[in-house]
């Protein structure tokens, strides 16, 4: 047995005579008229002439037109008001199904005896026209003959301005993403840049200590110099030295617990300065200069261990 809609036989034809759905359908089935006249969805039916027996208030609200002026029209009457002239309609290609009806809408699919569409229309909305979605299906008396159909139409233009609106969205953040990786190519290039411009920077500050400050400073470290002198002399090698070094920046880095004078106490022991020469550069007793090299063992871990500090030190560059 078909799930379809069904009408009792037995009930007379009143439709030739441009009788309402009440008429057709009997007192016993006003509920379903009003149920049909108070849906959401606009609603039409037609019988198997194709004449209109039911036009709901939503379908008048869509459409302008009232159900006084529709019932009992046919000749395709009910779809003047939605294509300004006289065209088959779902209702009617659910009835007498047709290829050249269906191509008249942009998607249509079957299901048994019911038809689904989408299509834009033309004469809603005062002239600027609708997106519609609707559903049709035939009307089977209980000995399953057809005697007319319905058509249950949804106005889909919200949805579609956010199908619009959410395709514009996705083309907006495609083209971000491309901007987004072009961007980041660009700052890849440019880092890369940065980066060996670093280099070229620090190769050619290694360079000219090595090459012009340092040995300038033992051409000085060589003259006449009284002790105080060499002492700073000396402050200022190991300080020139450190620049060309990564050794204090790794150094601070990884034990960052240590103080400043730490660090700069085992950058002269890495050096090789004996405790009371770096005692002689910083100007500190040699008593001072054990107690940080006590601790600078303590804190990387060396107490106790027969290690040497300086060659520990070396070995972190």
Same mark, same amino acid.
């Given at each position: 047995?078909?799930?379809?809609?069904?009408?009792?036989?037995?009930?007379?034809d009143?439709? =030739?005579?441009?009788?309402t759905?009440?008429a057709? &359908?009997?007192?016993?089935d !006003? #509920? $379903?008229? @009003?149920i049909i006249?108070?849906l959401?969805?606009?609603?039409?039916?037609?019988?198997?002439?194709?004449e209109?027996?039911?036009w709901?208030?939503?379908?008048?609200?869509?459409t302008?037109?009232?159900?006084e002026?529709?019932?009992?029209r046919?000749?395709?009457?009910?779809?003047?008001?939605f294509?300004?002239?006289?065209?088959p309609?779902?209702?009617?290609?659910?009835?007498?199904?047709?290829?050249?009806w269906?191509?008249?809408?942009?998607?249509?699919?079957?299901?048994?005896?019911?038809?689904?569409?989408?299509?834009p229309?033309?004469?809603?909305?005062?002239?600027?026209?609708?997106?519609l979605?609707?559903?049709a299906?035939?009307?089977?008396?209980?000995?399953?003959?057809?005697?007319?159909?319905i058509?249950i139409?949804?106005?889909?233009?919200?949805r579609k301005?956010?199908? =619009?609106?959410?395709?514009?969205?996705?083309?907006? &953040?495609?083209?971000?993403? !491309? #901007? $987004?990786? @072009?961007?980041?190519?660009?700052?890849?290039?440019?880092?890369?840049?940065?980066?060996?411009?670093?280099?070229?920077?620090?190769?050619?500050?290694?360079?000219n200590v090595?090459?012009?400050?340092?040995?300038c400073?033992?051409?000085?470290?060589?003259?006449r110099?009284?002790d105080?002198?060499k002492?700073?002399?000396?402050?200022?090698?190991?300080s020139?030295q450190?620049i060309?070094?990564?050794f204090?920046?790794?150094?601070?880095?990884?034990?960052?617990?240590?103080?400043p004078?730490?660090?700069q106490?085992?950058?002269?022991?890495?050096?090789?300065?004996?405790?009371?020469?770096?005692?002689d550069?910083?100007c500190?007793?040699?008593?001072?200069?054990?107690?940080?090299?006590?601790n600078?063992r303590?804190?990387?871990?060396l107490?106790?261990?027969?290690?040497?500090?300086r060659?520990?030190l070396?070995?972190?560059?």
């Open positions: 047995m078909k799930k379809n809609i069904m009408i009792d036989r037995c009930m007379p009143f439709t =030739s005579q441009g009788q759905l009440p057709i &359908l009997g007192v016993a !006003r #509920r $379903l008229t @009003e006249e108070f959401p969805d606009a609603v039409f039916m037609i019988n198997q002439r194709g209109v027996t039911a709901n208030r939503a379908m008048a609200e869509m302008g037109a009232l159900s002026s529709m019932i009992g046919g000749n395709y009457a009910h779809a003047v008001p294509y300004g002239k006289p065209r309609m779902l209702a009617d290609l659910v009835m007498r199904p047709g290829k050249e269906a191509g008249r809408y942009e998607i249509v699919a079957w299901r048994n005896n019911r038809v689904f569409a989408e299509t229309v033309p004469n809603l909305k005062g002239g600027k026209g609708a997106y979605w609707a559903i299906s035939t009307l089977f008396d209980d000995a399953e003959e057809v005697i007319g159909a058509e139409i949804r106005d889909m233009d919200e301005h956010l199908e =619009s609106s959410l395709h514009r969205k996705e083309k907006e &953040l495609e083209k971000m993403g !491309r #901007r $987004l990786e @072009e961007t980041n190519t660009a700052l890849k290039v440019l880092w890369g840049r940065r980066e060996e411009d670093r280099k070229e920077l620090q190769e050619s500050i290694v360079y090595k090459k012009i400050i340092l040995p400073i033992e051409r000085l470290n060589n003259s110099l009284d105080h002198q002492a700073h002399l000396g402050i200022i090698k190991s020139v450190k060309v070094s990564p204090l920046k790794n150094f601070s880095q990884k034990f960052n617990n240590l103080t004078m730490e660090i106490i085992a950058g002269l022991i890495r050096d090789g300065k004996t405790s009371k020469e770096i005692a550069i910083l500190l007793s040699e008593k001072t200069i054990l107690t940080h090299r006590y600078l303590t804190k990387l871990g107490r106790g261990a027969k290690l040497n500090l060659s520990y070396l070995s972190l560059e």
